[in-house]
């Protein structure tokens, strides 16, 4: 499986913003995905989850509100749409794929995009 992100860019605090994760290879309907970030000097932090059949979101409390996370099964393409977004948003996403939703550890997930940056003026 192999996963492409897009849709970071350059916001003024308010904004908004869409990330995409494209997968090409394995069964994407079969697996979940998460958004992450990574601000600088922080260690990586799950943002944002979705089970396989998208019927299931959870979200952390910095975003929740904020961010929503959905997915097309058929395009394989999870989606984060961000809005209300705030200089302390700024970081680089990431999406990744686990086999469970129910726990995301890093050690969970067995693939990840490439990341895209995203950032927020104030």
């Known amino acids: 499986v192999q996963l492409q992100a897009s849709g970071g860019g350059l916001v003024q605090a308010g904004g908004s913003l869409g990330l995409s994760c494209a997968a090409s290879?394995?069964?994407?309907?079969?697996?979940?995905v998460a958004w992450f970030r990574q601000a600088p000097r922080k260690g990586r932090a799950l943002v944002a989850h979705?089970?396989?059949?998208?019927?299931?979101?959870n979200y952390a409390d910095p975003v929740k509100g904020r961010f929503t996370i959905s997915r097309d099964n058929a395009k394989r393409t999870v989606y984060l749409q961000m809005n209300s977004l705030k200089p302390e948003d700024t970081a680089v996403y990431y999406c990744?794929?686990?086999?469970?939703?129910?726990?995301?550890?890093?050690?969970?997930?067995?693939?990840w995009g490439q990341g895209t940056q995203v950032t927020v003026s104030s």
């Open positions: 979705i089970n396989w059949s998208g019927d299931s979101t």
């Open positions: 990744a794929a686990a086999h469970d939703d129910s726990a995301w550890y890093l050690a969970d997930v067995f693939a």
């Open positions: 290879g394995g069964t994407f309907s079969s697996y979940a």
